[in-house]
């Protein structure tokens, strides 16, 4: 919507205003497909964001995942009542289970906002499946049960930041257990139940500035360059219910950074996570990445991003995975599997003022993904070192949209690796960037 004066009556001192707005559609057929690292996902079914211009949504989706089938459907509504509470709700039915999420909050709906209440419920059925060279090496069940309930209060914007205090009360409990087609798991981990209440603090500066052709195509964008910093302690306590003594820490990042000249800027993001127990330090996990952008021509931009994740006695649940569906856009799907992972990947994008039939823009890229693993997943093959793949894509998106999705219809070459797998890979996928 833009705004702006019509014109001007000087006898009556009065001006016109002239308002401009873009429709966008709300209700829109959920259509989605993604091909990567030789595999593909679907998805179909419908989604209004503004049911009955009442501004609740509704999606009902069947999906063809990678790992599962699902059909789900949820309902969100913002304002609940006419008041500032946010209820969401998921049912979905999959083949190997099923996920029933329950979420009410009065959020910190503005800055301004001194107090939030909330709360939500999960309870899901699944089976994991562990990956190697992008095969299914091992699978197990997986029940998680939980909930959370938590409260905050801030002195509002004072001084262009908010500082906010959090308090709350989290459950979570994990089942696992072998399935009828692998009876005797390779790794099965072990229940863990952890009941703890928690502190947190969290810190926003705001310094939001408006961009265009950087992440999207024909949209303008909202690129925030304050400071986001949130840090939680949480202490479990066989007394609470839990099964262990443990004190939990984590924290998250954002920051971004206004370079000067040639729209160079570098945003930065990074997230942190341990849980102390009596031997030691359990499930251990840092991860950051740097994305830096520079404008070479009048419809031109290089980025590249750098992005880094380290573990230490990782949860027997969780891999750290390198391939297709991460970054390497030349491999498989969780090709690879170690304790750490590095990804490097630069891209040369083009913005385009194609606009056919006023339905969506036009762009595309050139890209080189470089990355590797580092330590050894106990039920992997070692690492093959440092990869790399070289690729062009096709980039489109609709601004009439009203949810901010880019088709992307990439190939991509691998360059070395195991000589058994293809030497080139389609990928056909939506993302929320270009």
């Known amino acids: 919507m833009k705004i702006g004066p019509g014109g001007y009556d000087p006898v009556a001192n009065t001006v016109a205003v002239d308002v401009r707005v873009r429709d966008a559609w709300t209700l829109a057929p959920e259509l989605k497909y993604s091909h990567k690292g030789g595999a593909s996902e679907w998805a179909i079914g419908i989604d209004d964001r503004n049911l009955f211009g009442t501004g609740k949504q509704v999606r009902i989706i069947e999906k063809q995942l990678i790992d599962r089938d699902e059909t789900l459907l949820s309902y969100g509504d913002p304002n609940l009542l006419g008041s500032r509470v946010r209820l969401n709700a998921e049912y979905t039915d999959a083949s190997d289970g099923y996920r029933?999420?329950?979420?009410?909050?009065?959020?910190?709906?503005?800055?301004?906002?001194?107090?939030?209440?909330?709360?939500?419920?999960?309870?899901?059925?699944?089976?994991?499946?562990?990956?190697?060279?992008?095969?299914?090496?091992?699978?197990?069940?997986?029940?998680?049960?939980?909930?959370?309930?938590?409260?905050?209060?801030?002195?509002?914007?004072?001084?262009?930041?908010?500082?906010r205090w959090l308090v709350g009360a989290t459950s979570s409990e994990d089942v696992f257990y072998p399935t009828l087609d692998t009876p005797n798991p390779v790794l099965l981990p072990e229940n863990?139940?952890?009941?703890?209440?928690?502190?947190?603090?969290?810190?926003?500066?705001?310094?939001?500035?408006?961009?265009?052709?950087?992440?999207?195509?024909?949209?303008?964008?909202?690129?925030?360059?304050?400071?986001?910093?949130?840090?939680?302690?949480?202490?479990?306590?066989?007394?609470?219910?839990?099964?262990?003594?443990?004190?939990?820490?984590?924290?998250?990042?954002?920051?971004?950074?206004?370079?000067?000249?040639?729209?160079?800027?570098?945003?930065?993001?990074?997230?942190?996570?341990?849980?102390?127990?009596?031997?030691?330090?359990?499930?251990?996990?840092?991860e950051a990445a740097a994305h830096y952008y520079v404008r070479n021509g009048e419809s031109r931009l290089f980025a590249a991003t750098a992005a880094f994740m380290a573990t230490n006695n990782l949860d027997a649940e969780s891999q750290v995975l390198l391939g297709g569906d991460n970054g390497l856009r030349g491999y498989p799907l969780r090709y690879q599997a170690g304790e750490s992972r590095s990804l490097l990947s630069v891209e040369e994008r083009f913005f385009t003022d194609f606009y056919p039939w006023r339905l969506f823009r036009v762009g595309y890229a050139a890209f080189l993904d470089v990355g590797r693993v580092s330590g050894t997943d106990p039920r992997a093959s070692s690492s093959l070192g440092t990869l790399y793949d070289v690729g062009l894509g096709l980039r489109l998106s609709s601004p009439r949209a009203s949810g901010k999705s880019v088709v992307h219809i990439d190939l991509a070459f691998p360059l070395n690796g195991d000589p058994t797998i293809d030497t080139m890979q389609l990928i056909i996928e939506t993302k929320g960037s270009f």
């Open 100 to 163: 029933h999420v329950l979420a009410a909050e009065r959020p910190f709906y503005a800055l301004d906002t001194r107090w939030m209440l909330g709360g939500n419920l999960l309870n899901q059925q699944r089976i994991d499946p562990m990956y190697d060279l992008g095969k299914q090496i091992d699978e197990f069940g997986h029940d998680v049960k939980g909930f959370s309930l938590q409260g905050g209060w801030s002195r509002g914007f004072v001084d262009g930041r908010v500082s």
């Open 192 to 286: 863990r139940k952890l009941v703890y209440p928690w502190v947190g603090w969290e810190l926003l500066v705001d310094d939001h500035r408006e961009m265009s052709e950087l992440n999207d195509i024909g949209r303008t964008e909202d690129v925030s360059f304050g400071t986001s910093l949130f840090v939680s302690l949480g202490f479990a306590d066989t007394s609470f219910g839990s099964d262990r003594n443990a004190t939990l820490l984590s924290t998250t990042f954002q920051k971004g950074w206004d370079l000067g000249g040639r729209g160079r800027m570098l945003t930065m993001n990074a997230a942190g996570s341990t849980r102390d127990e009596a031997d030691g330090f359990q499930n251990s996990i840092v």
